[in-house]
């Protein structure tokens, strides 16, 4: 393993009545004038702003609110948030929606405390010297955002799609009750769970030496989205499913399975500038991405492909050799993909071969990209190609 620091302080409520009996004290803990942020308006159709408003109003909260965030949050909105903390002296966030309302919301938390321009710290031009706190409520189970200090911002204006993370944006406290995503459609479903299992790919094709414990952990949550994504795409209203998944999407990105080991991240690099230009889904672009990359980068290790056969996809490895098992274990991910309705190439988002060469050069902008192997520019347009 490789030397590491962990330190999560989010605060969790899972499950059934938590927002109820929780969020006026956690809220008044920090302070009584509050930002209230999510998207286009299902929390509205759907009874939760209701909720919500009823519970903060009752203690006495002062609201503020911030709609329309977008799907890939836009740089011109956090702009407009980090305007009205100033102006209204705001003392939490509170961010109800899916992964893009809360990487928003930390995005403005961060900006309210920054002397500058906060897309500098997404160009790594400047690092977060503070954030208001922030408190989320969350609707998709997908990025894992509700208990980690990262998020992605899009820059429409350059077609630029960054991601950024400090110590300051954990969330303080997160509220999950798996009700609250029954209502989620069910192409934003599949594409939530297209992002939590990438989020499991990117730390298990790791290069570091030894990390037997860290293997099994990447592993059980893999089967377990395996085995419960078809059941709660198919029955959205199943409590232990949604329940079950959601807790995947937490555990597959809030640092506990990636302890002491570095991540690829190479496809995740790649899929922002696909959607920077496009607009689509990132759940998306990643099902379409990743089993070109295995393809691509299968020879550095075909054992850790093999395993995931085994362990993942219960294949019986019986008289097969580790190069055979590879094959097999990428062919069970597109399976995977295409049961559950994911897309399957980018043509399928209408996208051709035009903006290869530019989304290429964009995506190893700052150096080469992954660990498990580094890509060049002309890998990424290889992978490219091979996903059109």
């Not at 939530?192 to 414990?213: K, N, Q, V, W």
């Not at 059941?231 to 329940?243: C, F, L, M, S």
Request: aromatic letters at 10%; a negative charge.
């Amino acid at each position: 393993m490789e030397p590491f620091r962990f330190h999560n302080p989010t605060t969790l409520y899972y499950g059934k009545g938590q927002i109820e009996e929780h969020l006026a004290d956690e809220v008044l803990k920090i302070g009584r004038r509050v930002l209230l942020l999510y998207g286009g308006g299902s929390i509205k159709r759907f009874g939760l702003y209701d909720k919500v408003m009823n519970i903060l109003k009752g203690a006495g909260v002062t609201v503020f609110e911030l709609g329309g965030v977008e799907p890939n949050p836009r740089l011109t909105t956090v702009y407009k948030g980090i305007e009205m903390c100033r102006q209204h002296q705001i003392d939490l966030i509170l961010a109800v929606g899916g992964g893009s309302v809360l990487d928003c919301g930390k995005a403005i938390a961060m900006g309210a405390k920054f002397d500058g321009d906060v897309w500098d710290i997404y160009q790594r031009k400047a690092r977060a010297t503070g954030a208001l706190p922030l408190g989320t409520i969350l609707t998709l189970a997908a990025t894992g955002s509700e208990m980690n200090a990262g998020g992605v911002i899009t820059n429409w204006e350059t077609k630029e799609k960054l991601g950024a993370s400090s110590p300051y944006t954990y969330p303080v406290f997160s509220f999950c009750d798996p009700e609250n995503t029954f209502t989620v459609p069910r192409d934003q479903t599949v594409y939530g769970i297209c992002d939590m299992l990438a989020h499991c790919f990117e730390h298990y094709f790791h290069s570091t030496r030894h990390a037997p414990l860290q293997r099994h952990l990447i592993e059980a949550v893999m089967r377990t989205i395996v085995e419960y994504a078809k059941r709660v795409v198919d029955h959205p209203t199943d409590y232990d499913a949604r329940e079950t998944i959601m807790y995947c999407s937490t555990m597959a990105l809030n640092g506990m399975i990636s302890m002491g080991i570095v991540g690829d991240w190479a496809c995740h690099a790649m899929e922002h500038e696909v959607s920077a230009l496009y607009d689509i889904p990132h759940g998306g672009g990643l099902a379409i991405l990743f089993p070109r990359w295995m393809e691509y980068v299968k020879d550095v290790d075909p054992s850790r492909f093999a395993s995931l056969a085994t362990n993942v996809f219960l294949v019986d490895g019986t008289g097969k050799s580790d190069e055979e098992l590879a094959d097999i274990a990428i062919e069970k991910v597109r399976q995977f993909y295409k049961e559950i309705g994911a897309p399957q190439r980018l043509a399928d988002y209408g996208i051709g071969d035009d903006q290869l060469e530019r989304m290429a050069a964009q995506a190893v902008r700052f150096g080469d990209i992954g660990h498990f192997r580094k890509l060049g520019k002309e890998d990424v347009l290889n992978i490219l190609r091979a996903s059109l």
